[in-house]
């Protein structure tokens, strides 16, 4: 049996003065000994944390006590060890960064695609009036992706609204939109509905419920996620490799962050190039003075830029 679990959450609601609430937040991690990653704004919560069993479960009692956040919904894996190394709890403006701060456009707990359980997403997305939308990053649904699924070639989640005028030849379509864990599904299915799309559904819990509810059927690859695991298993149904190495084109799902610090490209890379570039993207990033040691998992903890002296 694992000792450790992490737990993947988000949660829409209005957090008064939420600068100090992630102060007084980040101290009560620290006293269960969690690590992880939690942005707070003034819209919710957004966090990723790992820890004992026992502390995990001590921490979703304790928001499932705040009314403000009894109705977060935690995905929760078994794992050997914790996730991460330190615990981070930000205030930031936006839990999900999507460019759009104006809440008549964007609130979702006022307007968001209609949620569909896993299950309920597994029978329609093969129908013939329903397109499936991948709302990541390219380097992430380049990792794995849900078989015919439309991506875009974009960096982060705040230049998708810059891709709504493409999905135009679709409005007459039922629109499945995904993604890891459902928070960005919850304002890019608003944002479909405030451009006209009438028939807008999102995949309840991502993929990572998806893969625990529905066996992950047809979805190609590996997921990725934003701890020191870097990807995930998914389909147990039908599984397949759909990612390919950045620097040979081998069929490879390794996923590392390039050695470089002021790269940190993530790529698919297979183990031999990895190798032989000792896990960076390119032979000009393995002379960077400040490259960092590649242990194989092509995962490093953040550290400060050196601040050189005259």
């Not at 609601?13 to 992880?36: M, Q, R, T």
């Not at 649904?141 to 810059?162: S, Y």
């Not at 590996?222 to 695991?229: A, T």
Request: net charge negative; charged share 25%; with cysteine.
């Amino acid at each position: 049996m694992k000792k450790y679990n992490t737990l993947l959450y988000y949660c829409y609601s209005p957090i008064v003065n939420a600068e100090e609430f992630a102060a007084d937040h980040l101290k009560f991690c620290k006293s269960l000994n969690l690590v992880g990653r939690i942005i707070v704004a003034d819209e919710g919560l957004n966090g990723t944390i790992s820890g004992t069993k026992e502390a995990c479960e001590a921490y979703m009692k304790a928001v499932h006590a705040d009314e403000r956040f009894a109705k977060t919904e935690f995905k929760i894996d078994e794992v050997d060890e914790p996730s991460f190394i330190k615990m981070h709890c930000r205030y930031k403006t936006e839990i999900v960064h999507s460019g759009l701060r104006d809440s008549s456009i964007i609130d979702p707990n006022k307007q968001t695609g209609k949620h569909l359980e896993p299950t309920d997403f597994l029978s329609m997305k093969d129908d013939e009036d329903v397109v499936i939308l991948d709302v990541r990053s390219n380097y992430e649904h380049k990792l794995g992706r849900f078989k015919n699924a439309i991506t875009f070639d974009i960096d982060n989640f705040r230049e998708f609204p810059n891709q709504i005028d493409a999905l135009a030849q679709y409005k007459d379509k039922k629109i499945l939109t995904y993604c890891t864990g459902g928070i960005k599904c919850e304002k890019a299915s608003a944002l479909l509905l405030h451009h006209g799309f009438e028939n807008v559904y999102q995949l309840h819990g991502g993929i990572i419920k998806y893969g625990k509810e529905a066996g992950g059927k047809d979805f190609e690859g590996q997921c990725y996620v934003f701890d020191n695991r870097i990807a995930v298993d998914v389909n147990s149904v039908n599984p397949t490799v759909v990612s390919t190495c950045y620097n040979c084109g081998t069929k490879t799902q390794k996923m590392i962050n390039c050695a470089n610090p002021e790269c940190n490209e993530h790529i698919t890379q297979c183990d031999e190039c990895g190798d032989a570039l000792q896990g960076c993207c390119s032979e000009a990033c393995t002379t960077h003075p400040r490259k960092r040691p590649y242990d194989g998992t092509g995962y490093y903890v953040k550290v400060p830029q050196q601040v050189l002296s005259h």
